[in-house]
């Protein structure tokens, strides 16, 4: 057991290490990512200030809550990709993927979260703290509610693999997966909460959305550190859809062995 976990930790290395000789594309994305937020931090406040106490947040909420969705897009690759499972179906190198000694879903995850925590580094951190700096944003107090924001980041990125990894792994059957990603991004950008706060949409349609495993990468996150929801509660809400999207990809990665379609072979 022991040595299975140092393989993982060991492929998580290697992927934070291979993603850092991308430096300068990742601080590339962090000052796309702070102009973006800047400008949208202006529309939230125009809007806030002519709606004041919108979806349950103050113009402060509302700007933090913005800085913290592009905080996210980098670790929770929140339009798309980041994993090279795709590619390799396509090449044929998914044969050798498959008859390693380790779990193709778990190798996949460990490189995964190793990228994840690089970008946190490099496209995280600059963007939250520019817009600290320039719009002022909530700091929690509470060292409480700073641990269940972690945990909430970490099971936000365990769902944004777990839907990417099921994405990557439908080129299995259908080859090209082009359609699969263009829908896979619509559906996240709407319904994470990346383009407008969930809660601000109304009646049944703002249940549904909320209720959705896209809530859990952007939503949820932002709402703990804002204490906006129950910590407890929006924990158990991202585990359970992190397991069950976990275990759908292990099935879908067995039926995979069974049945490759690998392009041009």
Known sequence: MEDVFLLYAR?????????????AAALAGAFTNSV??????????????????LAGYDVTDAVT????????????????????????????????????????QLWSLADDLGRAAYL???????????????????VPADPATWAAFAASFTLGVLVSFALRYLTALSCCWIVDDQGVQSLSLVLTLFLSGMVLPLNLFP????????????????????????????????LAFQLSWAAALLALGALATRAARRKVVVQGG
Do not use: N
């Open 11 to 23: 492929i998580a290395a290697y992927g934070f290490r291979r993603h850092s000789a991308y430096r």
């Open 36 to 53: 973006f937020g800047i400008l949208r931090a202006y529309v939230l406040i125009a809007l806030w200030q002519a709606r004041p106490g």
């Open 65 to 104: 809550f913005c800085f913290l969705s592009q905080a996210f897009i980098g670790p929770m690759q929140v339009f798309g990709g980041g994993l090279q499972l795709a590619g390799r179906v396509r090449s044929g190198d998914v044969a050798v993927d498959l008859l390693r000694p380790a779990s193709l």
């Open 120 to 138: 946190f580094l490099l496209r995280s951190l600059p963007p939250t703290f520019l817009g600290a700096a320039l719009f002022g944003i909530v």
């Open 203 to 234: 009646g049944w349609f703002g249940e549904l959305t909320r209720a959705l495993p896209w809530a859990a990468m952007v939503q949820v996150p932002a709402d703990v550190y804002l204490g906006k929801r129950d910590a407890l509660e929006a």
